[in-house]
């Protein structure tokens, strides 16, 4: 038979499930990670799989070794196996899939038997589980192929099941194969469920050497012999070279399933290379939602079958510069494509008065602007009190642009993001003073979408001839002006909008 066991990172307390199995109590597995230098005999082995070894990156057929974090697993019996991150895979067939290369140490020098596992997330799924890879959840499909990419099995998964059906003790049994998962502790009692301790696992047990669709059964007709389908890889000092597709005695055992890195996630992306700051951010696991969001935002905007307002590259711009945004604290609206930055200011306090800024405004003379408002993550409306001064500085440049406007690019109607809400409740930004708004579509189109165009260009442009002025930060420039010096600084050193114009006043 062959029995192999998935260990799957990311595990959360609330997700282990008691298993009152006697078979598999008081398990003492071992998980040791190495690097390559560590291992001379995998290092050995893998000489007849991949060449062009770089550093600790290793060039084969089906795609880069990650040589850097190799894990091994020991079983209760003393069984070893090894599990490596495979990079740039040649056969994924999206970019949520991916596979690890295993070698599970044969008895009596023989060798390893190897095979490759490559998992087919669902899309759905992994953006509702935050892209963290958990097998009593999975769906999807899981394949195992040898060397040569010969198909051995293949499974579905909905929701952590087989598809096939399962019996009272959460097995099933699918061409012959008995599949248990359960949760495994690691060095500890408790099974707390840190990283270093706590695994779930998946335990596929298959007679007669397993199924294949490409595989050569051989002697897989012995019902009491032991081993699994693969590639026979020789180590050690075994001469030769690798036999693929065949029937292994004595291959059974257990193997480490090893997810993708969110970095490494957004890296299989065309056009999007993170620097190792990028890296370090969104493999944090505190970072998690809002990684998820950031690819999840990716993927919806970059499947081939799928229009939506952005393209693929306008959604990897704009997810580019919201992971620069969150990186500094800032907070982005994914639906109205709209990045919160924080602009601080001095200690300067408004003490005039406040009104809600009406809808519609009416300018001099006479025109009717539409005015929307929108939530930020804060839950709190747009539509709030703010100085008389910013809604009269509004109103000024709105009539001022539209007399430089044609008839056809007139400005109609406005949306503002912010006034007071969505930049917290301490600090010394003009949110907060009651002095500036976010305005995010002009006529009811996103900013980020049209690019800067005429009515933007005319806008900011009139804003700046208002009288009290303070901050203009938009699509088309920065500036900046005192009113306490009468000084301009026209190429102001603050990051982001390009999806709004942050516009600010004081007397």
């Given at each position: 038979m062959i029995l192999f066991v998935l260990t799957i990172f990311n595990c959360k307390q609330d997700d282990i499930q008691d298993v009152?199995?006697?078979?598999?109590?008081?398990?003492?597995?071992?998980?040791?990670?190495?690097?390559?230098?560590?291992?001379?005999?995998?290092?050995?082995?893998?000489?007849?799989?991949?060449?062009?070894?770089?550093?600790?990156?290793?060039?084969?057929?089906?795609?880069?070794?990650?040589?850097?974090?190799?894990?091994?697993?020991?079983?209760?019996?003393?069984?070893?196996?090894?599990?490596?991150?495979?990079?740039?895979?040649?056969?994924?067939?999206?970019?949520?899939?991916?596979?690890?290369?295993?070698?599970?140490?044969?008895?009596?020098?023989?060798?390893?038997?190897?095979?490759?596992?490559?998992?087919q997330p669902d899309p759905d799924w992994y953006i509702d589980n935050s892209y963290i890879f958990n097998i009593e959840t999975f769906s999807g499909v899981m394949n195992r192929f040898d060397l040569d990419y010969n198909l051995l099995d293949s499974k579905e998964f909905i929701d952590g099941i087989d598809v096939d059906e399962q019996?009272?003790?959460?097995?099933?049994?699918?061409?012959?194969?008995?599949?248990?998962?359960?949760?495994?502790?690691?060095?500890?009692?408790?099974?707390?469920?840190?990283?270093?301790?706590?695994?779930?696992?998946?335990?596929?047990?298959?007679?007669?050497?397993?199924?294949?669709?490409?595989?050569?059964?051989?002697?897989?007709?012995?019902?009491?012999?032991?081993?699994?389908?693969?590639?026979?890889?020789?180590?050690?000092?075994?001469?030769?070279?690798?036999n693929t597709g065949e029937f292994v005695p004595g291959g059974n055992g257990t193997v480490v399933a090893i997810p993708p890195k969110p970095s490494e996630v957004f890296n299989s992306f065309d056009g999007i290379t993170l620097t190792l700051q990028q890296a370090v951010w969104v493999n944090k696991e505190s970072n998690e939602e809002e990684v998820a969001q950031l690819l999840g935002f990716?993927?919806?905007?970059?499947?081939?079958?799928?229009?939506?307002?952005?393209?693929?590259?306008?959604?990897?711009?704009?997810?580019?510069?919201?992971?620069?945004?969150?990186?500094?604290?800032?907070?982005?609206?994914?639906?109205?494509?709209?990045?919160?930055?924080?602009?601080?200011?001095?200690?300067?306090?408004?003490?005039?008065?406040?009104?809600?800024i009406p809808n519609p405004l009416v300018l001099s003379n006479g025109d009717e602007i539409t005015v929307t408002f929108g939530t930020t993550k804060d839950l709190i409306n747009a539509n709030q009190p703010v100085s008389i001064d910013l809604i009269d500085g509004i109103k000024f440049a709105i009539e001022e642009a539209n007399s430089n406007l044609s008839s056809t690019d007139q400005i109609t109607s406005i949306h503002i993001m912010a006034t007071t809400n969505g930049h917290g409740s301490t600090g010394s930004s003009n949110h907060l003073k009651a002095t500036a708004v976010d305005i995010s579509r002009i006529n009811d189109q996103k900013m980020i979408i049209t690019g800067v165009n005429d009515q933007i260009i005319q806008l900011q442009t009139s804003m700046d001839n208002f009288s009290y002025v303070r901050e203009n930060f938009g699509p088309y420039f920065k500036h900046k002006y005192s009113i306490e010096t009468n000084t301009w600084n026209y190429n102001y050193n603050v990051s982001g909008h390009n999806d709004h114009i942050h516009f600010s006043v004081r007397r």
């Open positions: 009152d199995f006697n078979s598999i109590q008081n398990q003492k597995e071992t998980i040791n990670h190495f690097t390559i230098e560590d291992l001379p005999d995998i290092e050995h082995a893998l000489n007849k799989i991949g060449s062009n070894t770089t550093g600790r990156l290793m060039t084969t057929t089906f795609g880069d070794l990650d040589l850097s974090d190799i894990l091994q697993f020991v079983n209760v019996d003393g069984k070893e196996s090894y599990s490596f991150r495979i990079l740039n895979s040649n056969n994924s067939q999206s970019q949520t899939d991916f596979e690890n290369l295993h070698l599970i140490k044969l008895p009596e020098d023989d060798g390893y038997l190897a095979y490759i596992i490559q998992w019996d009272d003790n959460n097995r099933t049994m699918d061409n012959g194969c008995d599949v248990l998962q359960y949760t495994v502790c690691v060095d500890t009692d408790d099974c707390s469920c840190t990283p270093d301790d706590c695994y779930e696992v998946i335990e596929i047990t298959c007679s007669s050497g397993g199924g294949g669709d490409g595989g050569n059964t051989g002697d897989g007709n012995l019902p009491n012999e032991e081993g699994g389908t693969g590639s026979h890889v020789p180590g050690g000092s075994t001469p030769g070279g690798t990716i993927l919806e905007h970059c499947q081939s079958d799928v229009v939506t307002e952005l393209t693929c590259g306008e959604a990897k711009e704009f997810d580019l510069l919201a992971l620069e945004a969150m990186m500094n604290g800032g907070v982005v609206e994914f639906d109205e494509l709209y990045i919160s930055v924080n602009v601080p200011d001095d200690d300067y306090v408004y003490l005039g008065s406040k009104e809600l």
